[in-house]
């Protein structure tokens, strides 16, 4: 069955990095589409950034210009380099398909401070 694995949260302040690592079994990774969402406390996931099986990418608007989507298909692993991080990035992490149609997993949590 397909299972996706994030990992790579943490707390950090203002300004930071993290890179997030999502490791998708049970699927054929490198014909997939793979994209992170995030969801804050008390609000609904939303949708932070794509990346085609041709490595084409977009991001919402409010993580253009910081975040970075990237895949290894030899690794089943999709990847979210988070840089200037702000406070409002506080969610949890989740990768899967666009629109979401696979199992979710656990996430990873984000946590920025001021």
């Known amino acids: 069955q397909v299972q996706l694995a994030e990992s790579g949260g943490g707390s950090v302040q203002a300004g930071g990095s993290l890179r997030l690592s999502c490791l998708a079994s049970?699927?054929?990774?490198?014909?997939?589409?793979m994209a992170w969402y995030r969801q804050a406390p008390g609000r609904q996931r939303e949708f932070v950034a794509r990346i085609s099986s041709g490595g084409y990418t977009n991001y919402g608007d409010s993580v253009k210009g910081r975040f970075a989507i990237s895949r290894d298909d030899a690794k089943n692993t999709v990847y979210l380099q988070m840089n200037s991080l702000k406070p409002e990035d506080t969610a949890v992490y989740y990768c899967?398909?666009?629109?979401?149609?696979?199992?979710w997993g656990q996430g990873t949590q984000v946590t920025v401070s001021s």
């Open positions: 049970g699927i054929i990774f490198r014909l997939n589409a």
């Open positions: 899967n398909i666009p629109g979401g149609s696979f199992p």
